[in-house]
């Protein structure tokens, strides 16, 4: 064996035994984070399967994680750990497909009413333009947010854009400028949201607090907070057309 094969060698084994290391330190964190999500997701996600997906993200830290960038490890691990826990959940979809055809109903009905009056839609005006009762509008609304709570997130059918990066994947050639003109695409139209319906995205999504907390702050009842999110994340899809079409 040569000296520069002992080293590369040397160098291989210490890199493994560092990135055993950081799994190691870091495993908690990963169980911290499935059980901090595994609050605000629907029955049917298993923290089991949040938290092997979130290993799986802690090891792609582990191999790309460049000091050099300013961010600490933790940091970086944290947004990895998400990002593959939230990919986790976005393939297994188990969402009906009557959910998807009335969240594009709603998504419809709010974009026709707001071209037709220039203002934010009322949920009476939704509701009429549905066909339906007040009632009967609140209970699409809450069984959308109840089978899928990353609507906001997945606000472009299909994936093609959305809030946040995904931990796993980097960005193709040429999306960089799409990307970041989506984004401030979508910062404007948050911005002209309702007041109330933008309080709502600020508590759940900035702050991170659940349903039931986010009702106790607006003093309403948690499946109030429930349909807020929901036509919130419709107004937004109906605001953002443009995208989705591209």
């Given at each position: 064996m040569t000296a520069s094969s002992g080293l590369r060698m040397y160098s291989k084994t210490s890199e493994r035994t560092q990135q055993e290391q950081l799994i190691n330190r870091y495993a908690?964190?990963?169980?911290?984070?499935?059980?901090?999500?595994?609050?605000?997701?629907?029955?049917?996600?298993?923290?089991?399967?949040?938290?092997?997906?979130?290993?799986?993200?802690?090891?792609?830290?582990s191999r790309k994680y460049d000091a050099g960038k300013g961010a600490s490890f933790e940091t970086y691990a944290g947004i990895r750990i998400r990002g593959a826990m939230l990919d986790e959940v976005r393939k297994g979809d188990w969402a009906p497909r009557s959910v998807h055809r009335n969240t594009r109903m709603v998504t419809d009905a709010i974009r026709a009413v707001e071209a037709r009056t220039g203002r934010d839609a009322k949920d009476s005006e939704v509701a009429a333009?549905?066909?339906?009762?007040?009632?009967?509008y609140y209970g699409i609304l809450g069984d959308t947010m109840g089978s899928r709570l990353f609507s906001f997130d997945d606000l472009m059918e299909g994936g093609e854009h959305g809030l946040e990066e995904s931990g796993s994947?980097?960005?193709?050639?040429?999306?960089?400028?799409?990307?970041?003109?989506?984004?401030?695409?979508?910062?404007?139209?948050?911005?002209?949201?309702?007041?109330?319906?933008?309080?709502?995205?600020?508590l759940y999504y900035?702050?991170?607090?659940?349903?039931?907390?986010?009702?106790?702050?607006?003093?309403?009842?948690?499946?109030?907070?429930?349909?807020?999110h929901s036509q919130c994340a419709a107004r937004l899809r109906a605001r953002l057309a443009e995208w989705r079409s591209r």
């Open positions: 908690p964190l990963v169980k911290r984070i499935a059980y901090h999500l595994l609050a605000r997701l629907p029955a049917s996600v298993q923290v089991e399967d949040l938290m092997q997906a979130g290993m799986i993200g802690l090891l792609e830290a333009e549905l066909k339906l009762s007040l009632d009967e994947h980097e960005l193709e050639p040429g999306r960089g400028l799409e990307d970041q003109r989506f984004r401030k695409a979508l910062a404007d139209a948050i911005a002209n949201l309702p007041e109330r319906e933008r309080l709502v995205l600020s900035d702050e991170e607090l659940n349903l039931k907390e986010i009702g106790e702050v607006l003093g309403v009842s948690e499946s109030r907070v429930c349909q807020l």
